[in-house]
């Protein structure tokens, strides 16, 4: 998968509780992307990164935030868990943003089941 | 104005039969539309993309279909084997700026 590794790869959490995902790249992309996949919605944007301390909102932000400190590592927090926010969440990486060869590299996700 | 629709859902198809999956879209400042393919487990990848200034492109047995006027767009994947079973999601996007996916469609090819 690109040289992108997603931890944890599962997580049981409770509702309440703050949960952290990392995403780390080797490929030294610019763009990386914090995604969550539902069924009948496809993968929607939840925040991205241009740059290092650069971050913006996505589609779908509310009870998430982000941090990117260093070029490799972007971390997705959940502030107060949720059983809405259970999902399976996939980190993108890309070289470029908005080119007509833009090419998204996903990681291989992290199941998140929030009780 | 920003959602892109997709269909069906799910398929079956028959190996060695075509496997057709329909995208519709609102915002005609959408100008590139990239297909992504996903296995069981695994992050998507793209597959295929294509420029509303062509109107087919064709990569072995998968093929783009793009109707501008008609604001849909198609994955046609010939032959289809086993292999191929996995969820497509089309997607499209404007010049800067983050891409729209379908809600995407699990294809199953049986043996």
């Known amino acids: 998968d690109a040289g992108i590794t997603q931890s944890p790869r599962h997580k049981v959490t409770e509702t309440g509780t703050p949960v952290t995902l990392r995403c780390h790249q080797t490929?030294?992309?610019?763009?990386m992307y914090w995604y969550r996949q539902d069924p009948g919605h496809g993968l929607r944007l939840i925040h991205y990164s241009y740059g290092v301390k650069d971050t913006d909102k996505g589609e779908v932000s509310d009870g998430y935030s982000v941090s990117r400190s260093k070029t490799e590592d972007f971390l997705l927090t959940l502030e107060s868990a949720t059983s809405s926010q259970t999902s399976v969440y996939f980190c993108a990486i890309s070289e470029s943003k908005g080119t007509t060869n833009e090419k998204l590299f996903f990681g291989s996700g992290t199941q998140l089941s929030v009780l | 104005q920003q959602q892109v629709k997709q269909s069906p859902q799910s398929l079956i198809v028959q190996k060695g039969g075509i496997s057709i999956i329909n995208c519709a879209y609102e915002?005609?400042?959408?100008?590139?539309f990239p297909w992504y393919q996903q296995f069981p487990g695994k992050g998507p990848a793209l597959l295929i993309a294509i420029r509303p200034d062509v109107s087919e492109k064709k990569e072995g047995r998968f093929t783009i279909s793009f109707n501008k006027s008609a604001k849909q767009f198609s994955l046609h994947i010939m032959d289809s084997q086993p292999g191929d079973s996995a969820t497509y999601f089309c997607a499209a996007s404007i010049e800067g700026q983050n891409f729209v996916f379908g809600p995407g469609t699990r294809l199953s090819v049986l043996p």
């Open positions: 915002n005609t400042a959408f100008d590139y």
């Open positions: 490929e030294n992309h610019r763009y």
